[in-house]
T-cell receptor
Framework: GENVEQHPSTLSVQEGDSAVIKCTYSDSASNYFPWYKQELGKGPQLIIDIRSNVGEKKDQRIAVTLNKTAKHFSLHITETQPEDSAVYFCAASISQAGTALIFGKGTTLSVSS | DTAVSQTPKYLVTQMGNDKSIKCEQNLGHDTMYWYKQDSKKFLKIMFSYNNKELIINETVPNRFSPKSPDKAHLNLHINSLELGDSAVYFC?????????????FGEGSRLTVL
């Protein structure tokens, strides 16, 4: 089955700096790679995703890159703001009805002003 | 309107008791899930369920059972609660056909077993 490794587990940056979180996956059949943000006391929410036929995707200050050969993908947040502070999860899924996402262990991002 | 709602938000109970957590989604999704988030924030799939198939994570004890009265509801019933069951339980849903994989999560139910 799929296994997703995520690093680092904690990340502290100054406001305005960039933050990068990296994940690797094990199942070559995986073809969908979302990133979720979880704020304190809330459920995780999708912030960006990428499919295996795409190498990079951007949405304002966040971007995700995917290297299928190496089986790794990364989240990049530029110009970080204090409200970016949260736990971020990467995940992987295979395209099959009812298939659950397998999550990494999360990265706690702290942005100090 | 809340897309995925869970009740109760907090649940404190004694070891050995039986408890249920309810989940409802108003997104018209075909597939629902239960995830467990432990004290280290690790999100682990417990069940995925649509109206045809229940997929159980083999590591989940059989004291845990999902019950779905209809497509919009997936409740979690737990028998003989143990201290290690203390966690936050998240319900989620997604479209089944042409599954994008995107999950919509509820706000979680924090279970504390004393």
């Amino acid at each position: 089955g799929e296994n997703v490794e995520q690093h680092p587990s904690t990340l502290s940056v100054q406001e305005g700096d960039s933050a990068v979180i990296k994940c690797t996956y094990s199942d070559s059949a995986s073809n969908y790679f979302p990133w979720y943000k979880q704020e304190l006391g809330k459920g995780p929410q999708l912030i960006i995703d990428i499919r295996s036929n795409v190498g990079e995707k951007k949405d304002q200050r966040i971007a995700v890159t995917l290297n299928k050969t190496a089986k790794h993908f990364s989240l990049h947040i530029t110009e970080t703001q204090p409200e970016d502070s949260a736990v971020y999860f990467c995940a992987a899924s295979i395209s099959q009805a009812g298939t659950a996402l397998i999550f990494g262990k999360g990265t706690t991002l702290s942005v100090s002003s | 309107d809340t897309a995925v709602s869970q009740t109760p938000k907090y649940l404190v109970t004694q070891m050995g008791n039986d408890k249920s957590i309810k989940c409802e989604q108003n997104l018209g999704h075909d597939t629902m899930y239960w995830y467990k988030q432990d004290s280290k924030k690790f999100l682990k799939i417990m069940f995925s369920y649509n109206n045809k198939e229940l997929i159980i994570n083999e590591t989940v004890p059989n004291r845990f059972s999902p019950k779905s009265p209809d497509k919009a509801h997936l409740n979690l019933h737990i028998n003989s609660l143990e201290l290690g069951d203390s966690a936050v339980y998240f319900c989620a849903s997604s479209r089944a056909s042409g599954n994008t994989g995107e999950l919509f999560f509820g706000e979680g139910s924090r279970l504390t077993v004393l």
